[in-house]
């Protein structure tokens, strides 16, 4: 249905701009006043389609309107058609349609963010109760198994305990979308953290035959933060890369110390993220594996926001994927002499 009525919006802003241009020409050696009242009919389609889709098509119909307008500046010698005259009016035709378009545009997006906060606050508090249920859940599983005898089918046993596991895990990540009222944040060096982290993959990424390279800013990277928190991201995306990878192929993990920030950067050669999933990489539950739960990436977005940080993606279908975790930067105090 959106489709259908964007399709038909630009239907009708075409259709504008070709009636006035009609009627434009048609009046030109006819009646003066009728030709300037028809030259700004023209800002009709541009402020439709600026109103409709932003700055991008709202200039691009502007562009096209100084294109059909102009030339009859070179048809019509009079006193109108001075090329500074319509130079200017094809000034104001682009001019309406960037503030406009901008304008929109920045609408839009504090209208995405106002909704992400709000879908944010809504799951935290959902996961708030489905994780209180599931701990209870979890405990009275483990006093069962603690109280009782072993499970004789050793397969079986071990299955249980890995269904367990996987449930931990999956109340950890709810639990992390609950809006937390204490942050501790700890003066560390972000390089130390990506060290530390790189040592619990070394041998599940020399086992998959996959290589990890590091190359880190020489300059360190001072950071104020959770440090448990960014070290359970950067485990899990380093874990997904590693999964992502097949043997021969290299992981490169970077630091870089810039402005106001740090950044971490890691980049694999994978098989990439379609296109189409890459805008819902970070939606709560969207996974594309058979045994994801889709909470570990929607988690670590959140938690980065509320550490005054980011998350973001980029990724090519075939090309591999680069995650970039940004994390504020801890400045030096002065020194005064």
């Known amino acids: 249905m959106n489709e259908r009525g964007n399709t038909f919006k630009i239907v009708l802003v075409s259709a504008l701009v070709a009636v006035v241009t009609l009627f434009h020409y048609a009046a030109i050696s006819e009646d003066l006043g009728l030709h300037l009242f028809h030259r700004e009919l023209y800002f009709i389609p541009i402020v439709l389609a600026s109103f409709w889709f932003g700055l991008k098509l709202g200039l691009a119909t502007s562009v096209v309107v100084s294109i059909v307008y102009a030339p009859h500046v070179f048809i019509y010698d009079d006193a109108h058609g001075a090329l500074l005259i319509v130079s200017s009016q094809i000034l104001v035709f682009n001019f309406v349609a960037v503030v406009l378009g901008w304008l929109v545009d920045r609408r839009t997006r504090q209208h995405q963010e106002a909704l992400i906060l709000e879908n944010e606050a809504v799951l935290g508090r959902a996961a708030a109760a489905v994780g209180h249920e599931m701990k209870d859940l979890m405990g009275a599983l483990k006093g069962l198994t603690h109280k009782g005898e072993r499970l004789q089918c050793t397969e079986l046993d071990r299955d249980f305990e890995q269904e367990i596991t996987r449930l931990e ?7 992390s979308l609950v809006p937390s009222e204490h942050v501790r944040l700890i003066s560390r060096d972000l390089n ?26 020489g300059n360190g990277c001072p950071t104020r933060t959770d440090v448990e928190k960014i070290g359970w ?22 630091s870089h110390r810039g402005g106001t920030f740090c950044q971490v950067r890691i980049q694999d050669q994978g098989s990439g993220i379609p296109a189409e999933d890459l805008s819902k990489i970070f939606t709560p539950f969207f996974t594309t594996k058979d045994t994801g739960h889709g909470l570990a990436l929607a988690v670590s977005k959140k938690i980065m926001r509320d550490l005054g940080g980011d998350l973001l993606v980029e990724s090519q279908w075939g090309e591999g994927a680069t995650f970039t975790v940004t994390v504020p930067r801890e400045h030096e105090p002065k020194s005064f002499s």
């Open 192 to 217: 130390a953290i990506i060290n530390e982290r790189l040592e619990h993959h070394r041998t599940t990424a020399q086992k998959a035959g996959v290589a990890l390279e590091v190359r880190l800013d």
């Open 233 to 254: 991201i950067l485990d899990k995306i380093i874990n997904n890369a590693i999964e992502a990878s097949t043997s021969g192929q290299t992981i490169q993990i970077s």
């Open 169 to 175: 895990g999956m109340v950890g990540a709810l639990s």
